[in-house]
């Protein structure tokens, strides 16, 4: 089932997607799974695997901006962000082109207009990518609603059986999902991610308007409940009570305790997020307390999830 990301693997996992089938694979934010885009059945199996609502649309990655022109219309703000953040964790939410030479299947943006799509960094993301030559549908590589997977031992535990390959290319780098930007009507933050709001805000010269919850979702990572651990989730805690796991942050956290960062490091918080939700989660200790994180820069997007795992469990996901 996983198999180490060679050239002879990626090859293998290639014609894996061209023939319908799914390859969990890693990229710079999480692991992805995959199916060829274009391919209704195949993208299919992914809402199957997933348990995924079929509402929930999907982000398409490509290897360049020039095959996400293919099927999106870029606008002047489209094309700087594309510039200045691709490749890499920067989704943009974009027009869908009707060509019928060149549609992804229905199912990939659960009938909108638009299009989610994204050129990652990671180089066993890009080397599946060319030798694929398809455009790839990936939502993380795990159970709808539970943890992100960071490593391919976390896809092996929420969906062994359930895809045809895991390419394993060791631990993400950011471990933390891509931001999602929408640029019409103006440019919105859909999804705080692994590229901070203040960076896309510097590179547009303008600041990002903010999503609201009852706009209904328009793009992935929006439900109420999402990465989900099974035991109950408790926030901003100074410290754990009797019968609580504690996620730890920063330097002054109790010696022994699970740490994020214990330098106070948001952009190493984030790369160990999942994992540590993960490591807690297979202690079962029932409840986790959270102590505060900084709400500013890779903070946004680290409060966004840990808000989402806390979530009442039938909100979502």
Known sequence: MIENADRTAIEKAARILRSGGLVAFPTETVYGLGADATNGVA????????????????????????????????????????????????TLVLPLKRD???????????????????????????????????????????????ISPTRAAHVAEDLD?????????????????????????????????????????????????????????????????????????????????????????GPAAPEGALNLSRAGDLREAAANLFACLRALDAANPGRIAVMPIPETGLGEAINDRLRRAAAPKGAGG
């Open 100 to 146: 019928a030479g060149h549609r992804l299947s229905d199912l990939v943006t659960a009938g909108l207009d638009t299009v989610a799509i994204r050129v990652p960094r990671h180089r066993v993301a890009r080397a599946l990518l060319e030798a694929a030559g398809v455009p790839v549908a990936a939502p993380s590589a795990n159970i709808s609603g539970r």
């Open 161 to 249: 059986g359930r895809v045809d390959m895991i390419l394993d290319g060791g631990a993400a780098d950011a471990g933390l999902e891509s931001t999602i930007v929408a640029l019409e009507p103006r440019p919105t933050l859909l999804r705080p991610g692994a590229v901070a709001r203040e960076d896309v805000e510097a590179a547009l010269g303008a600041p990002l308007a903010d999503r609201h919850e009852g706009d209904g979702v328009t793009a992935p990572g929006q439900l109420a409940s999402h990465y989900a651990p099974n035991a109950s989730v408790r926030l901003n805690a100074a410290e754990s009570r009797p019968g609580e796991a504690l996620l730890a942050f």
């Open 43 to 90: 993208v299919a199996r992914i809402f199957e695997a997933k348990g995924r609502p079929r509402f929930n649309p999907l982000i398409v990655h490509v290897p360049d901006a020039d095959a996400a022109r293919r099927f999106a219309v870029f606008d002047a703000e489209a094309a700087l962000l594309a510039a200045r953040f691709w490749p890499g964790p920067l």
